[in-house]
DNA sequence: CGACGACTTTGATCTGCGTCAAGGCCGCTG
DNA sequence: CAGCGGCCTTGACGCAGATCAAAGTCGTCG
């Protein structure tokens, strides 16, 4: 979906910590790498683990390694809603901001790749590559939560979940497991209560729309219940989208 | 909502063209003014005019002047979503991207303060200060995008209701006509139909929501419809937000 | 001033999804 | 291997909001 210019930002590193990719800029010089590399730190957390609280100071920014994290919001009664699903390479964290304004939680393992703020926001300054790729960024997101704020508002459930099936799919080739004819199986890594607070549903009707998709034939469920292989096409014909199903731009 | 810390850009001349107050920076010199001014041109538009189609090129980037103008998307059944709604001063359009990912439509007669989207990009190449003051206003939208996520989601008709009317009088000040023992009195700029489209509900909702709330005393409509008197505080504790009602950070 | 069109209100009815409840699957632990 | 807890499925029922329909308000233009 991120677009890259010619003059983006490149992948410098395959092995290494995806931040190179996508907040280190090509045409930076050494020093600047260096002191890249000098300011980032790692941190681990558990499936479930809750990484900041809605509320709370938050001193760094991140990029994440491996696994998944949400972002949701919570009413005082307990309504939850997903604003934002971090993906590996994904960014948290807003340079300028000190509190958090919702709750980041790992949904499955989750490396996180830090920089604590300040000296962050400092490098920004004097690198205006960064904040330009940042910029790229979060146009890229705002863009993201438009077309989420289309699917909350206006779809129906079924055209929700083959919304969100698609988006996944499309977004997230780490989780494609193979490929073979054709056909996409790929590991779905949020439990029903996770999608229905994606999809501002409840988790009975999230049920009951996969398994009539499944009984349909439109998608297919392997094993343990996550694996999921989507007749791709016909799950696109269901979104509700435009018929080509891609973001053209 | 939008916040200056000390170094942020500032109003350089009040009679002159919002831009100055969002794009210019204190701490430029005064080519770069000189530059600014230079490339700006202007545009007006008439109630329920189209600026931009979604699918269209768009080769510029504006602020408006004056007037209220809206994003939405629009599914191919004819379903349509607001994701944007942009009041005096707020800026449209993203460096980078060419074509447009939604309608931008004028609701009241519209004055735009317009920059042709190449100069603007080199101007930001050279400009530091211009790309970074332009980070943060996306990553406020963004913010907001995920406040409206929520909305879409998990509201009810009535809180979707009392939460717009709150987001409107709270962010648009021009919007005020009287402010006479502590009650404030504003022109509510959108049709039912528009409201509609921003809640993701029907017409009819709104206009039920509307009156169960006149009637509760909770707001008053004044002469011609559009004229709202809220109670504010009885009104904030219908939103189903935290209850202090403002963003603290 | 009358008639038309844009917008709004209100009523009657329908339905998609939420709510409540029961039971199934599966992995883990004693 | 029995029992438990997390997660998922399925059914029955109810309601918030959609849909369909009709009538009211107001500005405007001949």
Redesign the interface.
């Known amino acids: 979906m991120a677009?890259h210019?010619p003059h983006s930002f490149v992948h410098m590193n395959c092995g290494g910590c995806p931040i190179r990719h996508r907040a280190v800029c090509a045409r930076c010089d050494a020093t600047e790498l260096t002191t890249l590399e000098q300011m980032k730190y790692y941190r681990s957390y558990q499936a479930g683990q809750t990484v900041v609280w809605s509320g709370d100071r938050m001193d760094f920014v991140a990029s994440v390694v491996s696994g998944i994290a949400t972002?949701t919001?919570t009413?005082?009664?307990g309504?939850?809603?997903m604003?934002?699903l971090l993906l590996p390479s994904d960014f948290v964290g807003?340079?300028?901001?000190?509190?958090a304004?919702?709750d980041v939680t790992a949904t499955t393992d989750l490396v996180m790749c830090c920089f604590r703020k300040k000296p962050f926001e400092d490098m920004?300054?004097k690198t205006?590559h960064v904040?330009?790729r940042?910029?790229?960024m979060?146009?890229d997101?705002?863009?993201a939560?438009?077309?989420?704020?289309?699917l909350?508002?206006?779809k129906t459930a079924r055209e929700k979940i083959a919304s969100l099936l698609s988006i996944i799919a499309r977004r997230d080739a780490s989780l494609r497991l193979e490929q073979t004819s054709g056909q996409i199986v790929f590991d779905l890594p949020l439990t029903r209560e996770e999608m229905a607070d994606y999809?501002?549903l409840t988790l009975e009707t999230v049920s009951r729309q996969i398994s009539a998709l499944r009984k349909e034939g439109v998608i297919g469920l392997e094993g343990k219940r996550h694996v999921i292989v989507p007749d791709f096409d016909r799950l696109s014909e269901e979104t509700?989208?435009?018929s080509d199903g891609g973001f053209?731009?």
Chains 1, 2 share one sequence.
């Open positions: 677009q210019d972002l919001q009413m005082e009664d309504r939850r809603q604003v934002g807003r340079p300028g901001r000190a509190i304004p919702y920004m300054e205006p904040a330009h940042l910029l790229e979060t146009l997101e705002l863009d939560a438009r077309e989420w704020m289309l909350l508002g206006r999809l501002g509700g989208d435009d053209l731009n």
